[in-house]
């Protein structure tokens, strides 16, 4: 489904676009602001495509011929602007793309949609081609930006569009989407869910991903076993670990989300809500011996390790030093 309703979350920004076309009161200029695979690309095909829909409505039918063609990435009144430099969308491709391309009228349908996507790529002289269209835009003309950064663009850019940001999708909804949409596992579910902050396109992501899948597995392994391991062991597992190197932060992450279960279930008792679930023998054994005051010990460990690793401190080392602190603590 490609319309606002196959959509997980962001209702405050489907509301607005919906009230938009109800009340006839369509922007020239949007932006949609969010992180990658947060869902900008989504909103933007749903908005032009319920604007283009032959029936007119709130949602796009999904039936009508310009339904059919936007769901095919077909439709001619729906443009995306492409650029040839993979860093860098410049002052060509805007003028031939689209601020000459807008002059001409729509092809078959109301309005002319374009959506740029990777906005925050617009050289500056891009933005300023782009500027004098917006300033003086066709009746039928609507431009989306598509950005991770608002702030990259020309304040004059920014006080001509309606800019909508993209918050957080809520973990409960992910869940259930990966779970009922993709046929996740729930205990797989779960820590994708809570790992990817509300963004889905992570979520999606890595439900899907083997080697991630292979992370959390070695991640679980290495927590229920790592207080107990005699230091010859230690060393091994830091071995281990650099097989991990290039995706250390999620590693890091899900240590990270082990212990905020095991402090979770000191403090509350509840099974509901942890992120490992499954593994409450582990948890609740752990949180039985550790202090409130270790737990918060090994969470700032795991942050001074993000840092240290950031700062090109040497990986074996500072691994070492944080599977240590986690082991007295
Ligand atoms: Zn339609």
Redesign the pocket.
């Known amino acids: 489904m490609a319309g606002f309703s196959g959509i997980i979350g962001h209702e405050q920004i489907i509301e607005h676009l919906q009230n938009a076309i109800r009340l006839n009161k369509v922007s020239h200029a949007y932006i949609l602001d969010g992180e990658e695979g947060s869902g900008k690309m989504l909103l933007a095909s749903a908005f032009a495509?319920t604007l283009q829909?032959?029936?007119g409505g709130t949602e796009?039918?999904?039936?009508?011929h310009?339904?059919i063609q936007a769901e095919s990435l077909n439709q001619p009144d729906i443009i995306r602007v492409t650029h040839e430099k993979p860093n860098s969308i410049g002052v060509d491709d805007i003028r031939d793309q689209l601020c000459g391309d807008i002059l001409i009228r729509p092809y078959s349908s109301p309005w002319k949609i374009y959506i740029v996507d990777e906005a925050e790529k617009m050289t500056v002289q891009a933005q300023n081609a782009l500027l004098k269209t917006i300033e003086e835009p066709p009746a039928y003309g609507i431009i989306l930006l598509l950005t991770e950064n608002s702030q990259s663009f020309l304040p004059t850019i920014l006080s001509r569009c309606v800019t909508l940001k993209l918050r957080p999708v809520k973990e409960e909804l992910i869940r259930k989407y990966l779970m009922e949409e993709l046929h996740v596992p729930d205990y797989q579910a779960d820590v994708c869910a809570s790992f990817a902050r509300g963004n889905v396109g992570k979520a999606k992501r890595l439900a899907q991903s083997e080697h991630f899948a292979e992370l959390r597995d070695e991640v679980i392994h290495l927590m229920r076993h790592l207080r107990d391991m005699e230091i010859y062991e230690v060393t091994e597992a830091v071995r281990e670990a650099v097989k991990y190197k290039e995706d250390i932060d999620d590693y890091l992450d899900l240590m990270a989300l082990w212990y905020r279960d095991v402090l979770l279930f000191k403090a509350t008792r509840q099974i509901d809500g942890l992120v490992f679930s499954d593994e409450i023998n582990y948890i609740s054994a752990q949180a039985a011996k550790s202090s409130y005051e270790g737990l918060e010990h090994i969470l700032n460990a795991l942050e001074k390790a993000k840092t240290r690793l950031k700062a090109n401190v040497s990986f074996e080392l500072t691994i070492e030093l944080l599977m240590l602190t986690i082991k007295e603590n």
């Open positions: 495509q829909c032959e029936k796009a039918c999904g039936t009508c310009s339904c």
